[in-house]
């Protein structure tokens, strides 16, 4: 099973925001997932992102990879 920690999408129709998940490549985007350890709202200017640094590192360590957009939060946020 590969683990991915991405972005799941929330919110109404013109009113996107996102929750960052950790959840099986295999699952769609808004379905099933294992963990959720973070939020992020776009709209706002500055973005409005909060990440639980203690949990991102976990899942790190143990295989989860990361999409391109979060590892740009994670790195904003001095994470990874």
């Known amino acids: 099973m590969a683990v991915v920690i991405r972005l799941k999408r929330m919110g109404t ?3 996107p925001c996102s929750r960052v998940v950790v959840t099986d490549s295999r ?3 808004d379905g099933r997932f294992i963990e959720e350890i973070g939020y992020c709202d776009m709209r706002k200017d500055p ?3 909060k990440i639980n640094k203690e ?3 976990y899942w790190i360590k143990n295989g989860a990879k990361p999409s391109p957009t979060v ?3 994670l790195k904003k946020q001095k994470i990874v």
Do not use: G, I, Y
């Open 27 to 29: 699952s769609p985007r």
């Open 55 to 57: 949990r991102a590192e």
């Open 47 to 49: 973005v409005e992102c």
């Open 71 to 73: 590892k740009s939060l």
């Open 13 to 15: 129709t013109r009113k």
